[in-house]
Structure formats: C-alpha cells, structure tokens
C-alpha cells in the first residue's frame, strides 16, 4: 500500500466523525422563533397525555433540541418539528396543542403552520 493510498483511507476513515453538521444561522433563528411562538402564546401542550403550560413546553423543547444538537441530530426547522416537537422520544404518542378559540390540533401541524408563517414574514 502507497503513502498516498494509506492517506486517503485515514482520511476516509476519520472523515465522518470529523465532518459534522450544524444548524444554519437562518435554521438555528427558525427554531428559536417555533420555540417562542409557543412560549408566547396562551396555549396548552399535551405529551403523554397531561397538559402544561408554555413555558414548561417551552423548557421541555428545548431540552429535546439542545440534545439533538449535542448528538448532531437536526440541522433545519423540519429536523427540529419532526424530531423533537411532533412525539414523545419516550412513548411515541404524538405531541398535542390547544389554544384559546382554536381546535386541538397536533403538534406537528401546529409547529409547521408556525414555520410556514416565519418564513412568509422573513424575506
């Protein structure tokens, strides 16, 4: 085996650990703005069938986002709904949200009408 040969397949080895993702500026502002559009509002979140309040879904959220970071789990807004804010990581029973005057809807729905918001008001 040549030097040149020996070279490319360390690197081809040691590669994937070295070449990490990461969220966009842009994706890592649309996170936070799902986040807080639920933290700012006067709705409820269900997971595992109880309710709570939006800053506990809010802290709840962000925990399972700033996991999935550390893992190198979610690079986009998509990423972030469908693995951390649409299910329980535990039970696999889908997130809900009610809000005042509005149907229960899931939480998937409800994050990704968020995110088509955020990107219509972003130019």
Same mark, same amino acid.
């Given at each position: 085996? &040549?030097?040149? &040969?020996?070279?490319?397949? /360390?690197?081809?080895?040691?590669? @994937?650990?070295?070449?990490?993702?990461?969220? &966009?500026?842009?994706?890592?502002? *649309?996170? +936070? !703005?799902?986040?807080? +559009? $639920?933290? !700012?509002?006067?709705?409820?979140? %269900?997971?595992?069938?109880?309710?709570?309040? =939006? @800053?506990?879904?809010?802290?709840?959220? %962000?925990?399972?986002?700033?996991?999935?970071?550390?893992?190198?789990?979610?690079?986009? +807004?998509?990423?972030?709904?469908?693995? +951390?804010?649409? %299910?329980?990581?535990?039970?696999?029973? @889908?997130?809900?949200? =009610?809000?005042? !005057?509005?149907? *229960?809807? &899931? /939480?998937?729905?409800?994050?990704? /009408?968020?995110?088509?918001? $955020?990107?219509?008001?972003?130019?």
């Amino acid at each position: 085996m &040549t030097h040149r &040969t020996r070279a490319l397949l /360390a690197l081809a080895l040691i590669a @994937p650990s070295v070449a990490l993702a990461a969220p &966009t500026d842009t994706a890592r502002r *649309e996170i +936070a !703005g799902l986040i807080g +559009a $639920l933290d !700012g509002s006067s709705c409820r979140f %269900q997971r595992n069938g109880s309710w709570h309040d =939006a @800053p506990e879904a809010r802290a709840h959220l %962000q925990r399972k986002y700033d996991y999935l970071l550390k893992k190198d789990k979610v690079d986009t +807004a998509e990423q972030f709904i469908e693995r +951390a804010a649409s %299910q329980s990581s535990m039970s696999g029973k @889908p997130y809900r949200i =009610a809000c005042p !005057g509005q149907p *229960e809807q &899931t /939480a998937a729905v409800w994050f990704g /009408a968020r995110l088509k918001a $955020l990107r219509q008001r972003t130019p």
